[in-house]
């Protein structure tokens, strides 16, 4: 079974938000006043989120990532967890998180079900963290990944954002910090999506650039490397760093998509299912469910659903990228 796209392309890949709050507030990320929090009664309840996770699963999803706003902020999280990775042929569950609080909660989170992590880290430097996240103590990151680590949580993933004029003189030292803890570090270029992300546009580094900057100092050439797992399902391209068994990625998703390879959709915090990033249409799951649907019927909405999937996003066009999205709300 799988969620075919009127392209062709297989979905088996979900991204949930569970929340829209977050204990950070990036600047690229999340614009100054918003978003307006949906109220308690406008939040998928933790059993409907695993319903809808059960029914996900059986139209052929085999992946689901938690993210936010910040999922760890979630009463809660560990037993949704637990219960998410009991589905039955959910083969892979993940979280994406700024790790503030990953100390606490890495160990029982692993013990649920949990799989691997996300971290997203944009720089080592505590004055430009604090910047950047206007008030976050990047102590509590790397505690948070020592803490993930120790958890056995399989490869911790570092995400940063790269921004000129911000921290793209710190990528070489983020190479070497993932070298030195085993950590798969990604660069990511930044992205128009809502206001934001738009705002942030001037800072933007191409991909090519990024390798550049990376480069720059040693001149060794990096060594594509093929994931046959990631093949298809991810959207980094990964190289090796001569002389030791780490790995970077690149996200490019601006000079460079990957929208032939999309698999995936998004489930906000609301129960909207998005159906691209860089698009506006969404399908409201939770009103059909609270209104009594059937699963069979909410599967019949996803499948419908999943045929408006567009070809790919426009983020090149910038402001007129069509996507408003705040990326808090829906989980990057
Ligand atoms: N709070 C969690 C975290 O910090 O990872 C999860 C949510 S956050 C929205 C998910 C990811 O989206 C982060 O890695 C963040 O850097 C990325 N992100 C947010 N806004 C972005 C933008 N405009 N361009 C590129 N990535 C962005």
Redesign the pocket.
């Known amino acids: 079974m799988a969620l075919i796209d009127s392209f062709g392309r297989a979905i088996r890949y979900l991204r949930v938000s569970v929340t829209d709050r ?1 204990n950070l507030q ?1 600047d ?2 999340r614009p100054a006043g918003e978003p307006i929090l949906p109220t308690h009664e406008q939040l998928l309840t933790l059993e409907e989120i695993a319903r809808l996770g059960r029914i996900f699963v059986g139209l052929g999803i085999d992946r689901i990532r938690l ?5 760890l902020l979630r009463r809660n999280l560990v037993t949704l967890v637990g219960n998410l990775a009991a589905i039955p042929g959910l083969h892979e569950l993940s979280l ?3 790790a503030l609080l990953l100390d606490r909660f890495a160990l029982a989170l692993r013990q649920a079900g949990l799989q691997r992590v996300n971290i ?1 880290l944009d720089t080592l430097d505590p004055a430009t963290f604090f910047r950047i996240t206007q008030g976050g103590d990047v102590l509590r990151v790397l505690a948070g990944i020592e803490a993930a680590v120790a958890a056995g949580l399989h490869p911790v993933k570092i ?1 940063m ?1 790269v921004m000129r004029g911000v921290n793209d003189h710190e990528i070489p030292n983020m190479i070497a910090f993932a070298v030195q803890h085993g950590l798969v570090l990604r660069f ?1 270029e ?2 128009p ?1 809502g206001r ?2 738009l705002n ?1 546009a001037e800072r933007y580094v191409s991909a090519d650039e990024i390798v550049a900057l990376a480069r720059a100092g040693d001149g060794q050439e990096w060594i594509p490397v093929l994931h046959p797992k990631e093949q298809g399902s991810g959207p980094a391209r990964y190289f090796r760093i001569p002389g030791s068994m780490a790995e970077v990625g690149i996200i490019s998703a601006r000079s460079r998509h990957f929208c032939d390879t999309c698999n995936r959709m998004r489930l906000t915090s609301r129960g909207e299912l998005v159906l691209c990033l860089g698009g506006m249409d969404q399908v409201d799951l939770k009103t059909s469910m609270r209104g009594g649907a059937t699963d069979a019927e909410l599967a019949a909405l996803i499948l419908d659903a999943v045929l408006r999937k567009p070809q790919r996003h426009h983020f090149e066009l910038g402001a007129d990228s069509g996507s408003a999205w705040n ?2 709300g829906l ?2």
């Open positions: 977050c990036c690229y990320c993210t936010g706003g910040e999922p994406t998180t700024n997203s995400n954002v990511i930044t992205m999506v934001a992300g942030s990326m808090s989980g990057g």
